[in-house]
């Protein structure tokens, strides 16, 4: 009988295939069940052992503990950036640079699909991971090994025993498309903002310091240069290719391999036609002299390779024909416009539909019922409405109007006061109710991650949940016998609601959709009353009274815990076992760096996502708000930041970069 070190080994190695097979060799023997089921006896004997855990052992892809921040480190080989060219006639130029400084030699280029996401620079030392980078500057990047060992695609020991002693590799982070649209639904369902494309998630994850939410937002890997290397085993770059794969690194299978710039420019146009249909975002392709020792010869400007250059291809706008203005319900009542194209193929796909955001907007746009309108898709992923062509308008068009009842329930809706929103105020709305249990479910609120948009459906559809305690009250053969529902799936969801009877009560407050009551403002009434009598207790005054609390909220509050559908609902979870107390906190709020202080957030970040730098403010006394006012303390503008920047500007609101604000909140380097 092997013993419990055989059997951690033994795991260890069949887990490492399997992540071969899946990333490097794209053939996998098994289900991700089956994975799972290897992954978790691994977890449970190291637990019970952890004299025989080792860094490499697949178990570090779950994620560790969170950790305090990140290191900077020097990159031993500096990781330029590469110069961009828009046009054919432009790479004929580079060719022609390129052979004039080489004396007329003959040239071979590789290219490689230009993935969206972060360069990071991999070290392997004796076969094991022993670092990751973020380009940084170049010269310096963060170390954000942590986080890339929850990355399956990147090899924690790499194959064979022709491995150099020192391997550094350089490649890019990214997130698959259906990762990002995940992603960005959670976020859509929290109130906030979505993220423009996959690069943005990507970089926001990576700087997350948690690694087990890292290794939950399952980012991928593609290698795709040189740095340090103790001894190269070819001098040719394609060839380099196929020893890194060998060694267990994934490359691109759209790499291409071209003996001029005719070849070259032939690979460009006939990769434009596939690389919509990828599972990943692509801007464009890198061409890259193959010989490294033409490389070499080439050298490099200040800012870039000589040898390198990539071509970027434009975004992709259609037109087509709108047939109609529908309008969605969300969780607070907001009724939000949505386009019904005549289907259009855009970036890859084919679009039926795409926001209009607001009625604002689409007075803005002048949009007319049966328009000609141009879609684009924002990070080539989200479709939405660029322009309308009124040349093409037909006769007798008329303006999109917002309608005068709920397209739920019927109820009327009015426009609210100095807003763009459209609002029904019926809380038994059906539609609301179930945006308002997707809240509830949200990983941000109860956590119940296995409840998703199309169980929820089921639920309210077929009369199983009327209120959030019902969820509390499903049997497993209740949920077994929904569509597409197994007794394992089944056994997962009931398991999954019962473990959110532990969330804090600042993560129930959140969750009961009580008007301007956020994740921010549900953090400071837990921690400030700790249990819902006393919130039912407290008066308009008292509630007030606390920092960060206004009227306007203190109303939304006294009125949820005094209408009969409010005390339903307090009353029904805690017949069902929800109803959970929370500690006031032993450190004086008055002593955190941002204390009493409201901070907006705007443009693209780097460091940290929006979520990320949120959640920092709220953990150091500050409140993360959404709107710039004459009561906001500063805000934190990255790049592209937009009427936010305009209006702080306007008000005279201080700004500050990304960077400033580390600093500040004592996360610097």
Known sequence: MPSIEQRISKLRDE??????????QAKPEISDQQYDALMSELLLLEEAHPDLRTPDSPSARVGGQPIAGFVTVEHAVPMMSIDNTYDPPTVREFDQRIRKA?????????????????????????????QVATRGDGRRGDDITSNARTIHAIPLRLKGDDVPEILEVRGEIFMQNAQFQRMNEELIAAGDEALKNPRNATAGTLKNLDSKIVAQRKLDFIA???????????????????????????TNPHTALAENVDEVLATIEKFASVRGTLSYQTDGMVVKVASLAQRERLGATSKSPRWVIAYKYPAEQMQTILR??????????????????????????TVKRATLHNIEQVQRLGIHMGDTIVIEKAGEIIPYVVQAVPEKRPAGAHPVTPPAKCPSCGSPVEKEADTPYIRCNNPECPAQFKERLRWYCGRNQMDIEEVGEKLIEQFVDGGLVHHFADLYRLTLEQIAGLERMAEKSAQNVVTAIAKSKTQGLDRLLAGLGIRHIGNRVAHVLATNFGSLDALAAATTDHLSSVN???????QSVDDYFHSPAGQHAIAALREVGVDPKMAKPTLDPASLPFAGQTIVVTGTLTQLDRSAIEQLIVKLG????????KKTTFVVAGENAGSKLAKAKELGVPVITEAEFLVRAGKSE
């Open 224 to 250: 795709h240069g040189i740095g340090q290397v103790s001894k190269l085993p070819t001098d040719d770059y394609w060839q380099w290719l196929s020893f890194i794969k060998r060694w267990g690194l994934p």
């Open 548 to 554: 960060e609390i206004g009227p306007v909220i203190a």
């Open 102 to 130: 080489l004396d007329g030699e003959s040239v071979r280029y590789v290219l490689e699909p230009k993935v969206d996401g972060v360069a990071a620079s991999l070290r392997y030392e004796k076969g094991v991971l022993v």
């Open 622 to 629: 500050g409140k993360a708000s959404g709107s710039v006012s």
């Open 324 to 349: 109609d203005v529908t309008w969605q319900v969300g969780k607070g009542g907001n009724l939000t416009p949505v386009a019904e194209l005549e289907p259009v193929f855009v970036a890859g796909t």
């Open 15 to 24: 887990l490492n295939r399997h992540n071969h097979l899946y990333y490097v």
